[in-house]
């Protein structure tokens, strides 16, 4: 009576996952003593009940991916991180440090604590190991300022459009800078907390409406209004 994956690896419909006694549970069905996977996710046994928890509303790492994690642990040497992943991944001290960690001298706390923000890249990842990050590239580190929203993964290319035009016209609209995650957080940095709110109402608005047809424009005609009502607002104030 085998298995044919490990816990937690990742597995796709048609996937044998057991044979004999085991039972389907989620995700999952039986056929000719087979437990097979119906969709994509991540294999977990329970006794003998076969699961797979859908990747739908999870990022699953590719090596070079920029993305936006949350320190969930300091470390001995590093901190694990939450990359909104099925995997926790790893942040070395060495390479946030630049130079030979001293674990006597050294209180990485005071780096990055839990709860802390980072922009990162993957720098390696296997489905053997957890995903092993980086910040030794301009751009990465700790985030300071700004506002995080999460979105389903699978919406980010939405958010960027075709050739880059919906989150050029957010950016143009708004003023902000947009760091976007690919495990679907992403980083609205703008010159006041108004700015900021826009940009991520249009966010919000795309992931809910990215099924749709002419989304770019009803984006670029929704900031323009938004930015028209604002400035109303702020003459009749002013009178």
């Known amino acids: 009576m085998p298995t044919f994956f490990e816990p937690k690896q990742i597995v796709t419909p048609g996937d044998i996952l057991a044979e004999g006694e085991y039972v389907a549970g989620e995700n999952t069905y ?61 942040l070395r001290a060495q390479d946030v440090l630049a130079r030979q960690f001293k674990p006597q001298k050294d209180d990485l706390a005071q780096v990055l604590n839990k709860g802390d923000l980072v922009v990162a890249k993957i720098a390696s990842y296997d489905r053997t190991h957890d995903p092993q990050l980086t910040v030794g590239e301009p751009g990465l580190g700790k985030i300071t300022r700004g506002e995080i929203i999460k979105v389903t993964p699978t919406k980010i290319p939405r958010v960027i459009g075709k050739k880059g ?21 992403i980083l609205v ?39 028209s009502k604002r400035e109303e607002n702020k003459n009749e104030s002013e009178t």
Not at 36 to 62: E, H, M
Not at 63 to 90: C, H, K, L, Q, S
Not at 195 to 210: G, V
């Open 165 to 185: 035009s919906m989150i050029s016209v957010i950016k143009q609209e708004t003023g902000c800078q947009i760091i976007l995650g690919l495990n679907g957080v």
């Open 30 to 90: 039986k056929e000719n003593e087979k437990v097979c996977a119906a969709r994509t996710g991540i294999v977990d046994y329970q006794n003998k009940i076969v699961n797979v928890v859908a990747l739908k509303a999870f990022y699953v790492p590719r090596m070079g991916d920029t993305i936006i994690g949350t320190v969930r642990e300091v470390g001995f040497n590093g901190w694990e991180v939450d990359i909104n992943a099925p995997y926790t991944a790893m």
């Open 189 to 227: 940095t703008g010159k006041t907390l108004e700015d900021e709110q826009l940009a991520l109402m249009a966010i919000r608005t795309i992931e809910e409406e990215s099924h749709t047809t002419g989304l770019t424009d009803r984006i670029t005609q929704m900031l323009k209004e938004e930015k």
